[in-house]
Nanobody
Framework: QVHLLESGGGLVQAGGSLRLSCAGS????????MAWFRQAPGKEREFVAA????????YYADSVKGRFTISRDNAENTVYLQMSSLKPEDTAVYCC??????????????????????WGQGTQVTVSS
């Protein structure tokens, strides 16, 4: 079983930055594709970014491309989301997710939440205008 714990959320002004962390425990996550999703009030959950198990490949939603960077430290069993140039429309609960299948190649299918077996509880990000 994999447990994921997000941290780093908070309140920030538009144009500011935040760094989210997702720490894995219970079982190492270094063999899994990892992703960040977000859900704003009254909206469906949406894909934000994903990273391959090795960290060599990344994939971003168009809405965050060029502003957000996903990375991982497999030695620390942690995945990060560096968010810059934040906008009010980035306000949401951000959750990390682990694929659960070993050494998968990162591809477009992994924007779907159904591809992920393990989820964290989420951390709130609020961007004020």
């Amino acid at each position: 079983q994999v447990h994921l714990l997000e941290s780093g959320g908070g309140l920030v002004q538009a144009g500011g930055s935040l760094r989210l962390s997702c720490a894995g425990s219970g079982r190492a996550i270094n063999s899994y594709t990892m992703a960040w999703f977000r859900q704003a009030p009254g909206k469906e959950r949406e894909f934000v970014a994903a990273i391959s198990w090795s960290g060599s490949s990344t994939y971003y939603a168009d809405s965050v491309k060029g502003r957000f960077t996903i990375s991982r430290d497999n030695a620390e069993n942690t995945v990060y989301l560096q968010m810059s140039s934040l906008k009010p429309e980035d306000t949401a609960v951000y959750c990390c997710a682990a694929d659960g299948r070993y050494y998968r190649t990162l591809g477009p299918v992994q924007v779907r939440g159904s591809q992920y077996a393990y989820w964290g509880q989420g951390t709130q990000v609020t961007v004020s205008s």
